[in-house]
């Protein structure tokens, strides 16, 4: 059974480029689809792009010009940048697993809070 | 993009009711539609994927239906584990989820 654990900074001041980790365990990332999701305090679920070790991503049309989202097939762990973080970015983000690209979520990792704040 | 109108946003139920929450899209999806509960400070549990398939593992208390644009997932006896928020997820084009419902006790 996979584990998915978030990792970065809680803290990213306002016009930063906010960074996050996503190790993955019990599992190679070389199989399935790797996503992020947020959540602002509060709110619901935004999705906000996927991976696949062959290269592909896709992202949310409200996001896509500040995201970027890669793979570390040898630590086995994937990671998202965001870019020109404004308060609005302030959210719990979580890591998730699908078998296919536009897909349901099986795995989630427990999420990690950053807050956008000077 | 496709709109999600998930309703109600708050329900107050008792243990043992049947509990319905529906999920309109704007579009129709194929039925790729999921329902997921989150308690506080977790992520969110997969439940039923394609709109009406149980995920393994998954009480069968809980059980989803529909197609076209409306769907419900159904609590058949809702239990004090059960008192969360739900949300559903559409996945046809790219990945939408509703705005949630949380159902508290009555």
């Known amino acids: 059974q996979e584990q998915l654990q978030e990792s970065g900074p809680g803290l990213v001041k306002p016009s930063e480029t906010l960074s996050l980790t996503c190790a993955v365990s019990?599992?190679?990332?070389?199989?399935?689809?790797w996503n992020w999701i947020r959540q602002p305090p509060g709110k619901g679920l935004e999705w906000i792009g996927f991976?696949?070790?062959?290269?592909?991503?896709n992202y949310s049309p409200s996001l896509k010009s500040r995201v970027t989202i890669s793979m570390d097939t040898s630590n086995n762990q994937f990671s998202l940048k965001l870019s020109s973080v404004t308060a609005a970015d302030t959210a719990v983000y979580y890591c998730?697993?699908?078998?296919?690209?536009?897909?349901?979520?099986?795995?989630w990792g427990q999420g990690t809070l950053v807050t956008v704040s000077s | 993009d496709i709109q999600m109108t998930q309703s109600p946003s708050t329900l107050s139920a008792s243990v043992g009711d049947r509990v319905t929450i529906t999920c309109r899209v704007s579009?129709?999806?194929?039925?790729?539609l999921a329902w997921y509960q989150q308690k506080p400070g977790q992520a969110p549990n997969l439940l039923i994927y394609k709109a009406s398939n149980l995920e393994s593992g998954v009480p069968s208390r809980f059980s989803g239906s529909g197609s076209g644009t409306e769907f419900t997932l159904t609590i058949s006896s809702l239990q004090p584990d059960d008192f969360a928020t739900y949300y559903c997820?559409?996945?046809?084009?790219?990945?939408?989820f509703g705005h949630g419902t949380k159902v508290e006790m009555k």
């Open positions: 019990g599992g190679s990332i070389t199989h399935y689809y």
């Open positions: 991976i696949h070790f062959i290269g592909s991503t």
């Open positions: 997820q559409q996945y046809n084009s790219y990945s939408t």
């Open positions: 998730a697993r699908s078998d296919s690209g536009w897909y349901y979520f099986d795995y």
């Open positions: 579009q129709s999806i194929n039925s790729l």
